[in-house]
């Protein structure tokens, strides 16, 4: 199944689509007005590329340089060099710890990596803390956000999924009630978690300490009451100065959600006294990217998930439709570069309007490198062939002015003495579903102006 | 000063109206554009699909047509875009170089090459504008509502110059139609949900006529209006510019 086909089924309920594309919008609005506020955001946004584009040259320095201090602050640094050692890592601290009840707070790469399914069946408990992450491990879906990972959901929805896994009354859908059901709930697993598992969103080379940034304030629950805490981190997250971080905390929240800052900006340098604390570092993939000159940007990425509440697309066929760990714009880089014959359509699901790369607080070039992917994935043949042979007898059909003329022609007439319901027949002419064809001129402009020059 | 006119594939076939248009509003600002008959199109709906190497005589093609004029203007800022933006794919000989830096769509020619600020004329009408993405974001030649809420561009001054004319103010200044090239039949169905979304946005804030400088968009919204019998006419900007003035 392609991103079409997923997106026509998402399409298919016109009043969620609206809503889903309104309560989009909504996010991206309020992002519009914190980033009007401050007039150097655009001068943020080309130091914070400029920053990442200077990390990403020097990674194997700032990796070193950033085990090196974590090591020196007492903290214990491993490196997976995919999914699968990532997973055994973890699975190994925790059971260094006999510990069976973990709490984790979002983290994009665990779900990249698959971390929950690999520890309930090592009989591991692992319960994600941030409220959206939590209702949809409930109900056992994947996030469709990089952000609002449950944005797909509607209040009532939530409402179902609190009365079957919570006990919450049967058509419970005020916000309150809910938030207040899943605070109870977490409170009991917070307490009892003896391993916490967190994100990283800025890794700083120069102190060895990562910084995390939440607004639900779970992660620093979770992180201060267990005995031992694992920060999960892709080689990308580095920054190389402590003084660098502030250029991309105004930068984050603005773009994310248009809140100046996030509520928690919380730094992890050591272990508190009588605790450990880990950090996986993970490549799965990104040296990878590293080695494509043409998408190594996307490894600039601070995952604020503002190409995706901007994007017309996404904002219409929902997180789901992309089918890959991180949906939108950005997703649709980043993912060919793991499997692309799975998703050699997302670099499709776009009108290349280049929103998303204006948003991007950090600059990638996000829409040219949907362009570019386009163009490997037709060299390694993972377009339709339909495609590509009707391609190949069109770019005959245009170096040639005579052939173009009579083809246009046959067209223009072909749609003038045909029926409409051939012209327009739906199985035959997508475009017509919702569409009426250009009404057929007498004469094409060549025709006209062949006519002028005789008269 | 030599100034070509192209007129890109589907204007040719289908809105040859545009093309005439295009080509008498020049003369009017004083320049006559010649039409170089071996012309055919620039390549993009190939190269958006992923065959750019398919394209490539196409690109040649354009660059034998177009190497000896001095600006080739087009009434689409999409193609003029692809030309500046994906040319890059041939060796970069003075030919290339030159149909790169040549190309301009046509209000940005009106508004930036001849300086043309204003229009004489009257158009009292309710005028919906639509920016192309390529046009905007681009070739710059409108505001971004990423980094600023004021709405200017350059269609947004030339039309604004007409007498009685007034400009719609849409809720969402910018966002894309949903043509997208290929796009419109490989993602039909987005594709059009996009594009009735950017009607209702017109219609919901009494545009009576619905214009841009993108005929590639303004197909697309076309087929739409007219499939709802909306009571709406669409329009290019040289339509309505060379239609004012005298």
């Known amino acids: 199944m392609n991103h079409a086909t997923r997106a026509a089924k998402f399409i298919g309920d016109a009043d969620r689509t609206t809503w889903h594309d309104e309560t989009l919008w909504f996010v991206r609005t309020k992002r519009d007005k914190a980033v009007y506020a401050v007039p150097e955001f655009q001068d943020l946004r080309e130091l914070a590329s400029q920053i990442k584009n200077h990390t990403l040259s020097k990674l194997d320095f700032y990796l070193e340089q950033f085990e090196e201090q974590a090591k020196r602050n007492g903290v214990h640094v491993h490196w997976a060099a995919d999914a699968d050692e990532h997973n055994a890592i973890i699975l190994d601290i925790i059971r260094q710890h006999n510990a069976t009840r973990i709490v984790k707070s979002k983290s994009m790469l665990t779900e990249e990596c698959h971390l929950n399914p690999h520890l309930i069946a090592n009989g591991i408990e692992v319960v994600d803390t941030d409220l959206g992450e939590r209702i949809i491990q409930l109900r056992d879906e994947a996030p469709s956000h990089l952000v609002l990972p449950a944005i797909h959901l509607k209040k009532e929805d939530v409402g179902e999924t609190f009365f079957q896994h919570l006990g919450t009354a049967k058509g419970e859908v005020d916000p309150q009630v809910l938030t207040e059901a899943a605070r109870q709930h977490l ?149 060919p570069n793991i499997d692309m014959k799975k998703h050699s359509s997302l670099p499709f699901a776009s009108t290349l309007c280049g929103s998303c790369s204006d948003v991007c607080p950090v600059k990638i070039d996000i829409h040219t490198q949907l362009y570019k992917w386009r163009q490997v994935l037709a060299e390694a043949n993972e377009i339709p062939a339909s495609k590509k042979w009707s391609m190949k007898l069109m770019g005959r059909f245009l170096t040639s002015p005579r052939a173009l003329g009579i083809g246009g022609k046959l067209a223009r007439h072909g749609i003038k003495f045909l029926p409409y319901s051939l012209t327009h027949a739906r199985h035959f002419n997508v475009w017509a579903v919702a569409r009426e064809l250009p009404e057929p001129p007498k004469q094409s402009f060549h025709e006209w102006y062949q006519q002028q020059e005789v008269k | 000063m030599k100034v070509a006119l192209f007129v890109p594939c589907y204007v040719d076939q289908f809105y040859p109206q545009v093309g005439i248009a ?144 007034e400009l719609t103010h849409l809720d969402r200044n910018d966002e894309c139609c949903g043509f997208g090239g290929t796009f419109c039949v490989s993602e039909a169905a987005i594709s059009a949900r996009m594009g009735q979304d950017r009607v209702a946005d017109h219609l919901r804030n009494g545009t009576s006529v619905l214009t841009g400088g993108d005929m590639s968009c303004l197909m697309h919204l076309e087929g739409i209006v007219r499939r709802g019998k909306l009571p709406m006419r669409v329009m290019h900007a040289a339509e309505i510019l060379n239609g004012t003035i005298s």
């Open chain 2, 22 to 165: 295009s080509l008498q509003l020049l003369e009017k600002l004083g320049v006559k554009a010649e039409f170089p008959a071996a012309q055919t199109c620039c390549g993009q709906p190939l190269a958006n699909s992923g065959c750019e190497r398919d394209a490539l005589p196409i690109y040649r093609h354009y660059v034998d047509t177009f190497a000896a004029y001095d600006y080739v203007v087009a009434p689409s800022g999409s193609c003029v875009y692809h030309v500046r933006k994906h040319f890059d794919k041939l060796e970069q000989t003075p030919d290339v170089q030159q149909v790169r830096t040549s190309a301009y769509d046509l209000i940005d020619f009106i508004y930036n090459v001849l300086g043309v600020k204003e229009i004489p004329g009257s158009f009292p009408h309710r005028v919906g504008l639509h920016l192309s993405c390529h046009g905007q974001r681009g070739l710059h030649q409108a505001n971004e509502s990423e980094m600023t809420p004021v709405r200017d561009g350059q269609l947004r001054q030339l039309l604004g110059s007409l007498d009685g004319i």
């Open chain 1, 187 to 335: 409170r009991a697993r917070f307490l009892a978690a003896e391993v916490a598992i967190s994100g990283v969103n800025f890794a700083v080379a120069e102190t060895g300490g990562i910084v995390i940034c939440t607004n639900e304030g779970n992660a620093d629950l979770g992180v201060n009451l267990a005995h031992v805490h694992i920060g999960a981190m892709g080689i990308e997250k580095l920054i190389p100065r402590l003084s660098d971080l502030s250029v991309f905390t105004r930068l984050l929240a603005r773009s994310a959600t248009g809140q100046p800052v996030t509520t928690y900006t919380s730094h992890y340098t050591k272990p508190a006294d009588g605790k450990e604390m880990h950090i996986v570092i993970v490549d799965n993939g990104r040296t990878k990217q590293l080695g494509r000159p043409d998408f190594r940007a996307s490894l600039k990425c601070i995952r604020c998930g503002a190409c995706m509440n901007t994007c017309p697309v996404y904002r219409r066929s929902g997180g789901h439709s992309y089918d890959a760990t991180v949906p939108g714009p950005i997703g649709s880089i980043l993912s």
